[in-house]
Structures are given as structure tokens and as C-alpha cells.
T-cell receptor, first 112, second 113 residues
Framework: DAGVTQSPTHLIKTRGQQVTLRCSPKSGHDTVSWYQQALGQGPQFIFQYYEEEERQRGNFPDRFSGHQFPNYSSELNVNALLLGDSALYLC????FGVGEQYFGPGTRLTVT | AQSVTQLDSQVPVFEEAPVELRCNYSSSVSVYLFWYVQYPNQGLQLLLKYLSGSTLVKGINGFEAEFNKSQTSFHLRKPSVHISDTAEYFCAVSGGSNYKLTFGKGTLLTVNP
């Protein structure tokens, strides 16, 4: 049973650039949530996608946007990168967005 | 709004000793509670969950937690730890119309030989 997968594993970008991160949910799951984890901190909720729409959003600027595809996979886009966007980006999947969420290994983004 | 407080940022223990990692939460609605473990440079792995029913929840790797509604707590325990339990542990809450997980700041458990 395939778990949550994310790509790429690591990414280095320059300030002002744009980045796209990808996530495939666990088999049987239909909801994808994205979290940002800064060094030494707990994950912070960015947004959740269900039925190809953003259902809930955390306290992140509009530079952070996303998409969910008909096969339930998802993308996270970040525009106009700032140094403070450097973090581990975690994708989590669940069924209907309720209850436990299963996390992928994350994408480590470094902005220089 | 929901919030989680993990009362200890670091907990050092010796191998085979018991351990308790403390978690308190705040919520105005019924909650779901979770403990996750994160090993260095990895994602989060679900240890255990409380959704409803019995307040004593058993998880993987010999961990258990007890939901205490009156104390708004969900402490994680293990009777005998191993070196391999060294990791960061996160308590999280969701529930009501809140689909997101709200995490605490984490507790670094270090098991020494």
C-alpha cells in the first residue's frame, strides 16, 4: 500500500523565484493538506484541498497557492520567494479531511 | 480557536526507564487528538489517535496516551524506552468544523544508554 509521496526531496531557489511542490496521497484518500515546518518548530497549516477546491486556509499570504487534480494529487505553489520561506514542506492525506492525517517525507526548500 | 501546549521542550531519560510527555489542549468543541513522531530529516509518523470512545488509547511501538477531558490533557506514556525512541514528538488537535491539525511546538525525547 503506497503511502504519501512528495517530490522533489530537496530544492534550492533564489529570492523572488517561484516554486512548485508535488504530493500524491495515500491510496484511498481524497483530501490533501499542506503544512510548513520551520526549523525547530511544529508544522503550521497552510491549506487543505478537498474535491479539487480549497476548503480551509491557514494564516499564509496569497503568495501560497495550490491545486488538487481529479486523481487527488496536489501541488503547492509559492511565488516571490522570501528567505523566510525556507522550511520543510509537508503534505498530508486523509479521507474526507476528518480524523487522522498521514504525512509524506516532506520537501526541504532552501531560499538563498 | 484550538491550541496545544507541550509542557516540556526536552526530556532526557535513560534506556529502559518509563517516560511521560505532557500535552494540554484548548478547544471550544469536541476534539480529536493525536501524537506524531518525527525522526531526523523525515516526515511525521502517526503514533496514536483519540477520536472517541475509550479514553486510554494504545499506539505503535508500545506507546499509549490517556484523554482527560476535565484536565484538557492527552499525555503520552511508555513504560520502558529504547535508544531507538529518540526523536521529536508532536501533539496535535483538530475537530468541530476545523479540519486542520494544530500542533504543539514538540518535545525532543533523548534516550541515553
Amino acid at each position: 500500500d503506497a503511502g504519501v509521496t512528495q517530490s522533489p526531496t530537496h530544492l534550492i531557489k533564489t529570492r523572488g523565484q517561484q516554486v512548485t511542490l508535488r504530493c500524491s496521497p495515500k491510496s484511498g484518500h481524497d483530501t490533501v493538506s499542506w503544512y510548513q515546518q520551520a526549523l525547530g518548530q511544529g508544522p503550521q497549516f497552510i491549506f487543505q484541498y478537498y474535491e479539487e477546491e480549497e476548503r480551509q486556509r491557514g494564516n499564509f499570504p496569497d503568495r501560497f497557492s495550490g491545486h488538487q487534480f481529479p486523481n487527488y494529487s496536489s501541488e503547492l505553489n509559492v511565488n516571490a520567494l522570501l528567505l523566510g520561506d525556507s522550511a520543510l514542506y509537508l503534505c498530508a492525506s486523509s479521507l474526507f479531511g476528518v480524523g487522522e492525517q498521514y504525512f509524506g517525507p516532506g520537501t526541504r526548500l532552501t531560499v538563498t | 480557536a484550538q491550541s496545544v501546549t507541550q509542557l516540556d521542550s526536552q526530556v532526557p531519560v535513560f534506556e529502559e526507564a518509563p517516560v511521560e510527555l505532557r500535552c494540554n489542549y484548548s478547544s471550544s468543541v469536541s476534539v480529536y487528538l493525536f501524537w506524531y513522531v518525527q525522526y531526523p530529516n523525515q516526515g511525521l509518523q502517526l503514533l496514536l489517535k483519540y477520536l472517541s470512545g475509550s479514553t486510554l488509547v494504545k499506539g505503535i511501538n508500545g506507546f499509549e496516551a490517556e484523554f482527560n477531558k476535565s484536565q484538557t490533557s492527552f499525555h503520552l506514556r511508555k513504560p520502558s524506552v529504547h535508544i531507538s525512541d529518540t526523536a521529536e514528538y508532536f501533539c496535535a488537535v483538530s475537530g468541530g468544523s476545523n479540519y486542520k491539525l494544530t500542533f504543539g511546538k514538540g518535545t525532543l525525547l533523548t534516550v541515553n544508554p
